[in-house]
């Protein structure tokens, strides 16, 4: 996902960070950038203090299992009774679908999952 399909993917995401804070919601964020491997680049953070351009594009192979186990780890980490969850899964798509992934989500987190969206670019 070099190159174009990066810059038009962390444009999205910086435009939905915009709209959000435009908004004046108390949402906060965790952004996951994974391949191969997942790193957690903001766990937790108000809207206005996640910068996308200090994400970096790394290179690798697309992993929907190794994301899908660090948003579990990132819930489970911060899961309170009032917690509300919307997740965004932002991919180039060039992995088979990840139903077993999704399946465990819904079980472990499903009943704090209140919105959830994919878009896949490139």
Same mark, same amino acid.
């Given at each position: 996902?070099?190159?174009?399909?990066?810059?038009?993917?962390?444009?999205?995401?910086?435009?939905?960070?915009?709209?959000?804070?435009?908004?004046?919601?108390?949402?906060?964020?965790?952004?996951?950038?994974?391949?191969?491997?997942? $790193?957690?680049?903001?766990?937790?953070?108000?809207? !206005?203090? $996640?910068?996308?351009?200090?994400?970096?594009?790394?290179?690798?192979?697309?992993?929907?299992?190794?994301?899908?186990?660090?948003?579990?780890?990132?819930?489970?980490?911060?899961?309170?009774?009032?917690?509300?969850?919307?997740?965004?899964?932002?991919?180039?798509?060039?992995?088979?679908?990840?139903?077993?992934? #999704?399946?465990?989500?819904?079980?472990?987190?499903?009943?704090?999952?209140? !919105?959830?969206?994919?878009?896949? #670019?490139?």
């Amino acid at each position: 996902m070099k190159g174009r399909p990066w810059l038009d993917l962390t444009e999205a995401v910086k435009q939905f960070l915009k709209q959000r804070q435009d908004l004046g919601t108390e949402d906060r964020i965790t952004a996951i950038k994974f391949t191969h491997k997942a $790193v957690t680049e903001y766990f937790d953070q108000e809207v !206005k203090d $996640v910068n996308v351009d200090s994400i970096a594009y790394h290179g690798g192979r697309t992993d929907f299992s190794i994301a899908f186990a660090e948003v579990n780890q990132c819930i489970t980490r911060s899961k309170t009774a009032a917690s509300k969850y919307a997740i965004i899964f932002m991919s180039d798509g060039l992995a088979p679908f990840p139903e077993a992934e #999704l399946q465990t989500l819904v079980e472990l987190h499903g009943n704090v999952i209140k !919105k959830f969206w994919t878009l896949a #670019l490139g």
